[in-house]
């Protein structure tokens, strides 16, 4: 009995807890895992301090005034710190969209593209960047929240900077997404009055503190005129290990809100497709269950963490609900810098520049001190004032010392001042010494920092900047990484914003390309299934967030503009007219537009969607010519052909015409029945007649050779020739109409 109770124990713990809110001993547990970290944050914030230039502390000023010496700073860190800032700000890199082996989602990731680099500017991501950039390189790590905006008027999304001592985070975790972290929470004082209003159902707990409403009724032993969750809150602060003051400060009227991230590992069924997509099964989508049905889809289970967000207020928890962003990160993007091996702790470049920097200081307040110093030799009594006021008045430049004659007249007495100045150049040594070991252990040479350095040519210079590049590339290159993921979370909520509703991007146009327009998730339906779906679907594209390998900075268009200028300079004058345009793109003109208008306007010279019309047009207009000569060769046959036709006719008819009067002059007795025959067939008599057409008739006949037969054909002569056959007397067949050889021949 106890194997099965401890089996179901087993069993209770392992289930799926992805709607379990935090509890207390859990967030419990997480607070104190957060104490018993590495200790860094003190560390980091004395690196921070000698980056902003605060590198004289109280106690070391305290015992330089007591030895005399005075404070002296020569700050190293600071420029370099700068450097290393201008060369990111010079190299920043654009966000890119692409689709990630969808060939047909081009115009899906371009109208993303436009999108992202929209809230590029709006939601100020480049300026959260460059702080949390700065802050990696001085520390360590660097903090940007990517969220949706606290209100409707502001634009939709927004990326701040935080502070790294208000985020706490899983130092177990593998992943420099953090993607594998079992928590995160970041700790933030609010006025009470502001807390209130945005948990407006614990504004009595966030109003009242422990002190004031428990001990006010502590005479009614808390059992009666109290709300439900009043007692619970009492309970939960009894329970409560930490201090007051670590949650709540009356002075000041601020409470402190820690907003915790944390995952719920459970098991999911996933649905991969043959081409990579996965997607987690749904099994009441149609397109799911076709997809596994027909065998196109394949359902594998996979543990996967579920990310939600709680509010708690000291020991009282305000908020506890599933993430409200589409991603499953938390919104929280670390820029790692350096991390220890063993622990994990995040350091940055000012760590290793700390001692030569104090070293560097304090040798240029003992060189300076060792220049103004002296030292005397007296015998006593061998001035005439108080030590306390010889002091004074032999560190002064215009000294004047009074002896007492009396005592320096006795034997042994003596009175001496002495400046050590073999020292000093010992410590001006040192002081050099110091300056070049800043520039070793950081890598960032005087000419990365603009500066003047040992170059002695322009060769030498670029490789010292390419040094001090090939030093911080780790750095640059986690800062990448980290600038990607913030793009790859702004394009989450940007397409589930977007979520299925057709919508309309127009893609405003630069100075070479036009404007276009892409249309999102607009209903279609399949002319040859009939199945409705939706094209440019912006939720089945698969895309991915890259970074432009062109930096977008005006100095490195400016170095671009250089260089393109020096290769034009060889091109003929024609092509420089072509790559005029490209220069123009390059300048930071107010109006490049109508300059490239003009430019090309002057030039004759149209820009591709231009020239793309004008070419459509000349094909269109040859295309026409051709038509309108074919057509025109064809008119002039069929005008030759009926020319022909007519001729052909009125020979035909003149023939037909002169053997109906032949029968007509032989057999008078057949024209009234062929007048019958043609009337009878709707033949009616031309009115008015037409032309005689006078065909000429001979005046000299021969006789013909059957005259007493009336104009018949004569008989066939014989043919006496020896070398043909003789001519056959009648025809094979018989010959009608027009064919026949003689008139007689149709009687």
């Known amino acids: 009995m106890d194997t099965t109770d401890n089996i179901n124990s087993v069993v209770d713990e392992v289930r799926d807890g992805a709607d379990e809110p935090l509890t207390l001993q859990e967030f419990q547990s997480i607070v104190r895992e957060a104490i018993n970290q590495p200790p860094w944050r003190a560390q980091a914030d004395r690196e921070a301090d000698y980056a902003d230039g605060n590198q004289l502390d109280s106690d070391l000023l305290r015992r330089q005034k007591a030895l005399g010496i005075p404070p002296a700073k020569e700050n190293k860190i600071t420029p370099a710190i700068r450097a290393v800032c201008g060369y990111e700000a010079k190299t920043r890199t654009d966000w890119r969209v692409t689709s990630d082996g969808d060939p047909g989602g081009q115009d899906v990731a371009d109208a993303l ?16 960047l ?7 390189i001085v520390t360590g790590v660097g903090w940007v929240e990517v969220a949706i905006a606290q209100n409707s008027i502001q634009f939709p999304y927004k990326c701040r900077h935080v502070h790294r001592n208000e985020v706490f985070w899983d130092m177990h975790a593998q992943e420099p997404d953090l993607s594998d972290a079992r928590w995160l929470y970041r700790r933030r004082w609010v006025e009470r009055q502001r807390a209130a209003q945005l948990f407006p159902e614990h504004a009595p707990i966030i109003l009242r503190s422990l002190e004031k409403w428990i001990a006010g009724h502590a005479g009614e032993m808390l059992e009666g005129d109290l709300s439900t969750g009043l007692l619970n809150a009492t309970n939960a602060e009894r329970a409560w290990t930490a201090t007051e003051d670590s949650w709540y400060n009356d002075e000041n009227e601020t409470i402190a809100i820690t907003e915790v991230w944390y995952r719920r590992w459970v098991r999911t069924t996933i649905l991969r497709m043959p081409d990579g997509r996965a997607v987690e099964y749904d099994q009441a989508n149609e397109l799911h269950q076709v997809a596994v049905a027909t065998g196109r889809g394949r359902l594998v289970e996979e543990l996967m963490g579920r990310v939600r967000q709680a509010f708690w207020m000291g020991p009282h928890q305000l908020v506890d609900r599933p993430s409200p962003y589409p991603h499953c990160h938390f919104p929280y993007v670390p820029v790692w810098g350096y991390r220890e091996d063993m622990t994990g702790v995040p350091y940055g470049l000012v760590r290793d520049m700390i001692f030569p920097q104090d070293n560097l200081n304090s040798s240029i307040s003992k060189l300076r001190w060792g220049m103004s110093a002296t030292r005397t030799e007296r015998t006593k009594g061998a001035v005439a004032m108080s030590d306390e006021q010889f002091r004074r008045q032999v560190s002064r430049v215009d000294a004047d010392i009074v002896l007492d004659d009396q005592h ?29 070991s800043i520039e070793g252990v950081s890598g960032i040479t005087p000419a990365f920092q603009g500066q003047k350095g040992t170059a002695r040519s322009g060769l030498q210079e670029q490789t010292q900047l390419e040094q001090s590049e090939i030093s911080i590339a780790d750095l640059m290159d986690g800062f990448k990484d980290a600038r990607t993921q913030v793009g790859e979370l702004l394009m989450a909520l940007i397409i589930a914003d977007m979520g299925k509703e057709e919508t309309t991007i127009v893609i405003e146009g630069d100075v070479l390309n036009p404007p276009r327009t892409v249309v999102i998730n607009a209903p279609e339906v399949d002319p040859h299934t009939g199945v409705a779906y939706r094209s440019n679907d912006i939720k089945r594209t698969r895309l991915k967030v890259a970074l432009e390998d062109v930096p977008s900075s005006s100095g490195f268009r400016a170095q671009q503009l250089n260089s393109l200028s020096e290769s034009i300079k060889s091109l003929p004058a024609q092509m420089q007219q072509v790559m005029m345009p490209f220069m123009i793109d390059l300048m930071d003109l107010p109006r490049k537009k109508q300059v490239v208008e003009a430019i090309q306007q002057a030039s004759g010279q149209a820009d591709p969607e231009q020239m793309r019309e004008q070419v459509k047009q000349e094909l269109m207009y040859e295309l026409k010519e051709r038509e309108l000569a074919l057509r025109e060769r064809e008119v002039t046959a069929r005008e030759g052909l009926i020319a022909a036709q007519r001729v052909q006719t009125g020979v035909q008819a003149s023939y037909s015409a002169m053997q109906a009067g032949a029968q007509i002059a032989q057999m008078p007795m057949i024209a009234p029945i062929a007048d019958e025959v043609m009337r009878g067939a709707g033949y009616q008599r031309p009115d008015p007649m037409g032309d005689d057409p006078d065909f000429p008739v001979p005046t000299d006949l021969p006789p013909s050779p059957g005259g007493d037969q009336g104009g018949a054909a004569a008989d066939v002569p014989q043919n006496t020739s020896p070398a043909f056959p003789p001519v056959p007397q ?6 009608n109409g027009i064919e026949t050889q003689a008139i007689t021949d149709n009687i």
């Open 113 to 128: 593209n436009y999108r992202l680099n929209q809230a590029e500017r709006h939601a100020k991501a480049d300026r959260a």
């Open 130 to 136: 460059s702080e949390a950039f700065k802050s990696m």
């Open 408 to 436: 320096m007249a006795k034997q042994g007495a003596r009175f001496e001042v002495k400046r050590d100045f073999q020292l000093n150049d010992q410590q001006f040594q040192l002081m050099q010494d110091s300056r070049q």
């Open 730 to 735: 009648q025809a094979e067949q018989g010959m």
